[in-house]
């Protein structure tokens, strides 16, 4: 799935699911998303830099959880995952919405989101969740201008869940 959008700056941003094809890609991404960010992050660094080769394959192999990856040109300028939540039915956990500072504040982020919801919403979800730290409002703020609403019951530890309906 390809989804090409033009933000405010006209610069053509493309939104891809991620293949094996795009493992140094990712593997870039990922890594420079929790160096700048650690705490961002359910992941640590230094166990993301130990990982096999056959490890990040793997994670790229997996259809039932797609990571999408956001390029400029050839470069690989943000990504996000997603999930099938376990616990709910018809949801999806989108996890990892990562963009590089240069390009942050130019619609990409929002892009990415929107190409994960229309994924997940070709799959049958009806609703899409994610968790946002309690104490960064700035991203609380973006999600909630994206239509994400925080769940009152849904604080876990650092982590306030918000919730967005996919419509049909």
């Known amino acids: 799935m390809e989804k090409n959008f033009n933000d405010k700056e006209q610069f053509s941003v493309s939104v891809n699911v991620a293949t094996p094809a795009d493992l140094e890609d990712y593997k870039n991404i ?10 961002a992050f359910g992941r640590k660094l230094e166990n993301e830099i130990n990982k096999t080769e056959k490890e990040w394959e793997e994670e790229l192999s997996n259809q039932a959880e797609p990571v999408f990856l956001a390029k400029e040109s050839k470069k690989t300028i943000g990504m996000a995952s997603t999930f099938e939540s376990p616990n709910e039915k018809d949801t999806w956990t989108i996890i990892s919405l990562y963009v590089s500072n240069k390009f942050q504040g130019k619609d990409v982020g929002k892009n990415i989101l929107r190409a994960v919801e229309e994924e997940i919403r070709k799959r049958g979800a009806k609703k899409a969740i994610l968790y946002v730290d309690d104490k960064n409002t700035a991203n609380q703020g973006f999600y909630a201008r994206q239509g994400y609403v925080l769940d009152p019951f849904g604080k876990y530890e650092k982590w306030e869940r918000m919730e967005k309906v996919i419509p049909a």
């Open 30 to 39: 990922r890594l420079e998303a929790l160096r700048e960010y650690p705490e």
